[in-house]
């Protein structure tokens, strides 16, 4: 790869960050994928609808715009909720169609997810969709053929690599930038928006988002965006509508799982409405739009 940090610098002072949701529902979890076979998905009921009506007012409420992730399989049984999502001036972007990561995927099944959710979206939304967000941030090392083949399908971002190391948590991408950047690649030019991380005593802590923004303290969170400020760049945060929900249904799964998955679901309201009064948010693409008008200024 001839670059893996090309950093993206906009003109003007950046004022706010991006709020982005990966859309999916409570039974489609990588984490529970042990107890919930991916054919069974389809007698479970629904829990999207009444999760989101809260979010998207939360969202209306302080003035924020959202980047929504979407499954395919969600988008397919669900064309309302999108049109209801775009409506309002929210992102529709790209999750792959069921879930799979990318670790367990050969690069046709790849792009044959990435292609027909997009294809999908397009068709509900009648609106391009520009970026991409993998299963649990599965494009790891040695995976990066995936962002070739997002170049090649029309995807003009990706908000998969995790600049994180994980040891066996199967995602973390310890090499990658930590602030939006260029991916200089075979098949062409790819921004890479990756999740934000806390800087601190010299090593990267995921912080702005999931099951981080459930358990750990808030004003640990808050520093990292504070920290995006002082570089002058846009932090990305994200969570899931199923972190909103703390009456869905519990599945049977391994204690650490429990912890992580079902703890401090109370928590992510309140704490969802102190994020978006102390900072202001915006989607990815109103970013990815500015980056065309930067092109010709960055060090190719
Ligand atoms: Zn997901």
Not at 61 to 72: I, N, Y
Not at 76 to 98: C, K, M, N
Not at 234 to 254: C, M
Request: proline share 6%; with cysteine.
């Amino acid at each position: 790869m001839k670059s893996l940090g090309t950093p993206i610098a906009l003109s003007g002072r950046m004022t706010a960050h991006h709020f982005t949701v990966d859309l999916e529902e409570y039974f489609q979890v990588s984490a529970l994928e042990s107890c919930v076979a991916r054919s069974t998905w389809d007698s479970y009921t629904p829990r999207l609808l009444q999760q989101m009506k809260p979010l998207l007012e939360m969202l209306a409420r302080h003035g924020a715009k959202a980047t929504f992730f979407v499954l395919g399989w969600v988008a397919e049984r669900q064309r309302e909720l999108i049109r209801t999502i775009a409506a309002a001036g929210h992102e529709i972007a790209s999750h792959g169609w069921d879930h799979v990561r990318v670790t367990h995927q050969t690069p046709a099944q790849f792009r044959d997810s990435i292609r027909r959710t997009k294809n999908l979206l397009e068709a509900i939304t009648g609106q391009p969709v520009l970026g991409f967000r993998a299963p649990s941030f599965s494009i790891v090392a040695g995976r990066e053929w995936a962002l070739d083949l997002l170049i090649e399908e029309g995807y003009r971002y990706d908000s998969s690599l995790f600049p994180v190391r994980r040891p066996g948590g199967g995602y973390g991408y310890p090499n990658g930038s930590s602030d939006p950047h260029w991916l200089e690649r075979p098949a062409g030019r790819l921004a890479e928006i990756p999740p934000t991380t806390l800087r601190w005593c010299g090593v990267r802590l995921p912080a702005a988002g999931g099951a981080y923004f459930r358990l750990l303290p808030y004003n640990l969170v808050r520093a990292a965006f504070r920290q995006c400020e002082r570089r002058g760049v846009r932090g990305t945060f994200y969570i899931h509508p199923w972190e909103l929900d703390a009456a869905q249904p519990r599945l049977n799964v391994s204690w650490v799982t429990r912890v992580r998955h079902y703890g401090g679901l109370r928590r992510t309201a309140p704490r969802l409405q102190r994020l978006l009064a102390d900072f202001r948010f915006t989607a990815i693409r109103d970013t990815v739009d500015r980056f065309d008008a930067t092109v010709a200024a960055q060090p190719v």
